[in-house]
């Protein structure tokens, strides 16, 4: 997302220790643990020692972000990305944030109440 490739080597060294053998048996599941991870999950299946099934959260946890905050619009997509620090969006992201129906806000919010602060 931030225009740079991530090394095959980089990504592979991060998720060896989730790959452990023991007993005959080994890892067979990989719940991610943060919800930008699913961005690399093509990398992470075709790096992975093994294939496993990945668990992405980011649905569910974007499901209830949505229902504390109010904006709960029944999955349908649409609204907007905050990018809270100000900085301009990184060209690719915005791309990913438009393509899946979301509008990246260009000004920082105070994340309790969603109003912008410009």
């Not at 709960?72 to 915005?94: K, Q």
Request: proline letters at 8%; hydrophobic letters at 50%; a neutral charge.
């Amino acid at each position: 997302m931030r225009e740079e490739a991530a090394a095959d080597a980089t990504i592979l060294a991060e998720i060896a220790p989730a790959f452990v053998e023991r007993g005959g048996r080994r890892t067979d599941v990989v719940v991610l643990a943060c919800t930008h991870y699913a961005v690399l999950l093509d990398h992470l299946a075709r790096l992975a020692p093994w294939p496993v099934a990945w668990i992405d959260p980011a649905p569910a946890i974007a499901r209830r972000a949505a229902a504390v905050v109010g904006g709960d619009n029944g999955g349908s997509g649409g609204g907007s990305a905050y990018l809270t620090s100000g900085a301009p969006w990184p060209g690719a992201l915005a791309r990913a944030l438009s393509a899946a129906g979301l509008s990246p806000a260009v000004a920082p919010v105070d994340l309790t109440s969603g109003r912008r602060l410009d």
